[in-house]
């Protein structure tokens, strides 16, 4: 059990709860998981919980690419749970050595009125999601829905524990196309339905990402 040491004569801790990553994808990330998208993929969708006209399985090329694409960031997201869960305790050795698995993976197409209930990810340690198209009039049903007290159209919310002073248990994400974010598979979350005609494209893989061999 790692103990805690002041280093500074002032620290704000947070130390409880799941650790969210947030990664901006290169814009011919975006545009190469879209190309490779197709109809022909298999439809996931009875498997999974979304409300959502498609949810396409990844091919091995597909999962290939995407974890080609994200697992530097895969690993500084691995690094700064390691480091933050053991305050600042453990580091990662440069003689590490990490296997990402990428288990299942699928595109998410979700359309006008579709919704995505609150669920979690199983039989993995990570997920996440990355967002590859909005519909083209988006902004202007979020700027309606801005002037309200409580935005959510189209929004991830990610929820754990109960909220409190000093403490939240709810968080509201807006897509935007290129935006990728990492959580721990337990980590509840559910996305809201929209209203503009349109397609709102992400994608989510359910990982693991494991030391293989270490120098210690
Ligand atoms: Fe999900």
């Not at 080609?68 to 480091?83: A, I, P, R, T, W």
């Not at 990428?102 to 990570?126: D, S």
């Not at 996305?191 to 061999?213: A, C, D, I, L």
Request: negative net charge; glycine residues 6%.
């Amino acid at each position: 059990m790692p103990i805690y040491e002041p280093k500074n004569n002032k620290e704000f801790l947070t130390p409880f709860g799941p650790t969210i990553g947030y990664y901006k994808m290169d814009q011919e990330v975006v545009e190469t998981l879209n190309s490779m998208m197709n109809e022909k993929l298999e439809d996931f969708s009875d498997k999974l919980v979304g409300k959502v006209r498609q949810e396409l399985k990844f091919t091995d090329d597909i999962k290939n690419y995407a974890g080609q694409s994200l697992v530097k960031f895969l690993g500084e997201y691995h690094s700064y749970s390691l480091d933050r869960n053991s305050f600042g305790q453990e580091k990662p050795s440069k003689n590490d050595s990490y296997n990402l698995n990428i288990l299942n993976a699928w595109f998410v197409r979700q359309f006008e009125n579709e919704y995505n209930p609150l669920h979690i990810h199983n039989n993995c340690t990570l997920s996440c999601v990355g967002y590859l198209s909005l519909p083209d009039k988006i902004n202007q049903e979020w700027e309606d829905d801005y002037k309200d007290h409580y935005p959510a159209n189209g929004h991830i919310n990610f929820s754990y524990g109960v909220n409190n002073h000093y403490g939240v248990a709810n968080m509201l994400i807006k897509p935007r196309v290129g935006d990728f974010y990492v959580f721990p598979n337990y980590l509840f979350h559910c996305v809201y339905p929209f209203q503009t005609k349109g397609e709102r494209r992400s994608f989510s893989m359910n990982m693991t990402f494991h030391k293989v061999n270490s120098d210690q």
